[in-house]
């Protein structure tokens, strides 16, 4: 099992640029998750899919658009990059039920210039 | 407003000493709380849950205590040994199927 992958790993965009970041994981989960970790913030929940054909806003959704293309694939699209989004994006999926720990990707590092 | 809070500043220990860290939290009712570990470069990785109902959790080394009254969940490592050192970050689980994570501590153990 792979896990949690990520494509790319590292990105540098110029500001205005679009770019798909690509998230699949083969755990048969039903819930996947974008977040953003920048330094002195933590991570923080862009947004995520409860379950295949659902998404919600997290808590910094702006800029930002997803499509859970199906279980095992979640993807984010930046439309307009801005430097404000230079950050390192990691995906998570988690199963539904008691527990709900997530399983996380390796990230992807993106810079905006 | 809701927060998390956790030591920003990195805990330096001994090689077997004990690890305590810090999380507190305000204006939450969690359901569960959740620890992580995550290493420079990598993605968090899961280490133990606890529930509200339950005041502690122990997993080999690792120990979780969880008091609601005091709004505080402490993290112990015992005999810690210089590949502990990582940072690690405590989530809550409030509502629906959402975390919010809290800014997280690095720990340094020095052999």
């Known amino acids: 099992n792979a896990g949690v992958t990520q494509t790319p790993k590292f990105q540098v965009l110029k500001t205005g640029q679009s770019m798909t970041l690509q998230c699949a994981q083969d755990m048969n989960h039903n819930s996947m998750y974008w977040y953003r970790q920048d330094p002195g913030m933590g991570l923080r929940l862009i947004y995520y899919?409860?379950?295949?054909?659902?998404?919600d806003k997290g808590e910094v959704p702006n800029g930002y658009n997803v499509s859970r293309l199906n279980k095992r694939e979640f993807s984010l699209r930046l439309e307009s990059a801005a430097p404000s989004q230079t950050s390192v994006y990691f995906c998570?999926?988690?199963?539904?039920?008691?527990?709900?720990?997530?399983?996380f990707g390796p990230g992807t590092r993106l810079t905006v210039t | 407003s809701q927060k998390i809070e956790q030591n920003s500043e990195a805990l330096n220990i001994q090689e077997g000493k004990t690890a305590t860290l810090t999380c507190n939290y305000t204006n939450y009712s969690p359901a569960y709380l959740q620890w992580y570990r995550q290493d420079p470069g990598r993605g968090p990785v899961f280490l133990l849950l606890i529930r509200e109902n339950e005041k502690e959790k122990r997993k080999e080394r690792l120990k979780v205590t969880f008091d609601t009254t005091l709004k505080q969940s402490l993290f112990h490592i015992t005999a810690s040994q210089p590949a502990d050192s990582a940072t690690y970050l405590c989530a809550l689980r409030s509502a629906g199927n959402m975390l919010t994570f809290g800014g997280g501590t690095r720990l340094m153990v020095k052999p």
């Open positions: 899919s409860a379950s295949e054909g659902t998404t």
């Open positions: 998570a999926s988690s199963n539904q039920g008691v527990s709900h720990e997530q399983y």
